[in-house]
């Protein structure tokens, strides 16, 4: 029998940790040396909670605001995406706080492309779940051009495949800036009847 999960072979880094209070203050966040998880998600972030209102993502299975399970408790963005992202804009930076990030990585190669099930795992024990890719959108692209004014296509199709990816707790625990991540990816398959 194949094994459930593989370890990959490098790890990843914390740089940098975000969280914001309210959906009020709007989606920048601002930085904090630490996070705490729980099975709501991060403690104190505006994203918290077992359920979501369902949206846009979910509008072929459920009508908006119906609650649904929250598998979009973090965001986690890399810092090598970022900086191609920048580069593809023509600007000089882009912040992860600009697009709602909780967890800026370094380290992990494609990172975006991390399958959905692969596990992170920090430091203290606390580990997440990655759902999916978190996909550009108009609302991203309104913070980033309020610090760089370029067309709002440029950000979505720059940031395609770059932008991160949204996760879940599995096991509470605490985030501390300089945390190394172990990855584990569950088993590598195509379904060939997705087209």
């Known amino acids: 029998m194949p094994p459930l999960m ?15 209070a309210s959906r009020q203050a709007g989606l920048e966040k601002a930085e904090v040396a630490s996070l705490t998880l ?3 998600g991060i403690v104190g972030d505006f994203h918290t909670g077992l359920t979501r209102p369902a949206d846009v993502r979910t509008i072929m299975l459920y009508k908006r605001d119906t609650p649904i399970r929250n598998v979009r408790q973090l965001t986690l963005v890399s810092i090598e995406e970022l900086q191609e992202i920048a580069a593809a804009m023509g600007i000089p930076e882009l912040k992860p706080e600009w697009l709602g990030a909780n967890v800026l990585v370094e380290g992990i190669p494609d990172f975006t ?5 692969t596990r992170l795992q920090f430091t203290s024990g606390a580990t997440i779940v990655i759902d999916m890719e978190n996909r550009p959108c108009s609302q991203v692209a309104e913070v980033v051009a309020r610090h760089h004014p370029q067309p709002r296509k440029a950000l979505v199709t720059a940031a395609l495949e770059k932008r991160g990816v949204t996760a879940w707790v599995e096991r509470e625990g605490r985030i501390d800036a300089g945390d190394e991540i172990m990855l584990f990816l569950p088993p590598q398959r195509f379904y060939a009847h997705a087209t």
């Open 6 to 20: 593989t370890k990959a072979p490098f790890k990843g880094k914390v740089r940098r940790l975000l969280k914001g």
């Open 38 to 40: 729980s099975f709501d």
């Open 113 to 117: 492309l991390l399958p959905p099930s």
